[in-house]
């Protein structure tokens, strides 16, 4: 059975930072491409990065220079450190792992900016 479970997501002020992990289990998460999506009230759930089985990185444009995803394999774990937040940053963040037709997410933690 696959799990992923979330952590890391809060409350935070206008500029800071939050980092946001992921852990998966019952897969080998190193052959699965591992990202971010979130989804604030009222619209869809959208890319915010994702990270591939080879290390190749992909950001929405809203996040990048700010937001830096990465994965501990032997942890079977993705990561992502949000910088320089902003109010727009304020969605739930789900977690998602995918392979071919094998698609996984999370339960999704708040993430909340206040100006």
């Known amino acids: 059975q696959v799990q992923l479970v979330e952590s890391g997501g809060g409350l935070v002020q206008s500029g800071g930072s939050l980092r946001l992990t992921c852990a998966a289990s019952?897969?080998?998460?190193?052959?699965?491409?591992m990202g971010w999506y979130r989804q604030a009230p009222g619209k869809q759930r959208d890319l915010v990065a994702q990270?591939?089985?080879?290390?190749?990185?992909n950001y929405s444009d809203s996040v990048k220079g700010r937001f830096t995803i990465s994965r501990d394999i032997a942890k079977n774990t993705v990561y992502l450190q949000m910088n320089s937040l902003k109010p727009e940053d304020t969605a739930v963040y789900y977690c998602?792992?995918?392979?071919?037709?094998?698609?996984?997410w999370g339960q999704g933690t708040q993430v909340t900016v206040s100006s």
């Open positions: 019952g897969i080998m998460s190193s052959l699965y491409t």
């Open positions: 998602n792992v995918h392979r071919s037709w094998r698609n996984y």
């Open positions: 990270i591939t089985s080879s290390g190749t990185t």
